[in-house]
Each structure stands twice: as structure tokens, then as C-alpha cells.
């Protein structure tokens, strides 16, 4: 009897934290009283959640190389060198992180479905990918449902891999530098937030 009642006690237990973790919802992108957050909210919360399980392989740092032809911006909401909260959750550790703004870009912006040249299941939505990383980019942004092949290494298989455009906007993008609020690691120069 004490064996059935500590099954059913563990079992308890675990629907409780199932339960818990499937009921955590985000908030909507408020300001905080400086106005100083970068919102991704572009896109609906499944689709953003879904997302996230595919930037397991994404090495959220880089180089800071920018890609030949991209701009600064004129006069970001953010300048180069100032800090901002991220409020968005397209990466675990991302969401209420403090970013350091590292540059900004005004650009089209794409999220992007493509199936990784390392093999692999199809990467849905990815955000975010830059008209400048699109391999020999036409002069005029593309449209949703537009085929191109990429030239960005964001995530493993990347690179020359044959893409739709998903959505595309025209607007400032952002490299940011952060703690990881999970890891507390280091992320520099992350690609893109919007």
C-alpha cells in the first residue's frame, strides 16, 4: 500500500510541475519607465515558443563582422553603447536580459523557413535574418513566399541553405551583447533583434 501511495504521490508531483511549466505565459512588451526595452513581438507567442526548441544548434554569439552593404542607422530608438531590456523570448536566457547595444542597422528584416544543409528537420520561422544576408540579394526587399538561399551562420547548416521568406520589414536591427539570464554566460554580438 506505502509502494502505491508514493507511486501516486510522485505522480502528483510531476503532473504539478507539467502543469506549471505549460501555464508560464509572457507577458505583452510594456515599457519600463525609461522606455528602454527591444521588443520582438512581430510574431504570436506559440509561434515564438515553437521557435525557440529550433535555435538549440544557434551559437547566439559572433564576431560582430556585419555583412558587406549594411548601414548604420541614422537615428535609432537605441544608439551604439546604450543599454536596453530585451523583451523577447526567441532564444532561452533572452527575455528581461540587459543588452548592450553594440550596433544598429536599418535593413529589411526576414523570418525565414529553410531545412539545414547538415541534414535535419526544417527550421520554421527563424528569426531573424537580414537582407544583406541573403545570397546576391536582389536591389528591393523580398516578399513573403519569395525562394532565396542564405549566406548567414547564425545556426549550424545555415549557410547556402535554400529559404522562403516568411514575413519581411523594413526596420532597425540590432547586435546586442548580454548575460544569458539562465546560463549567466556571456553572450557578444548576438544577430538580430529587432
Known sequence: MKKKQLILGMFSVLIIVVLAACGES??????TAQNNEVNDDSQTENAASSNEDSHSSMDPS???KIPDGLTDAENPQYPSDSEAVINTNHMEGMDGAVATIDG???????????TPT???DEVED????????????QDKPYEKGDEVVLNATHMEGMDEAAATIDSAENTTVYM???????TEEKVSNHKWVT
Open 26 to 31: 509572457q507577458e505583452d512588451g510594456s515599457s
Open 62 to 64: 559572433s564576431s560582430g
Open 104 to 114: 544598429a542597422y536599418d535593413t529589411t528584416v526576414y523570418t525565414v523557413t529553410y
Open 118 to 120: 547538415t541534414g535535419g
Open 126 to 137: 527563424h528569426k531573424w535574418v537580414i537582407h544583406e544576408e541573403i545570397e546576391n540579394a
Open 176 to 182: 546586442v551583447s548580454y548575460i544569458d539570464t539562465e
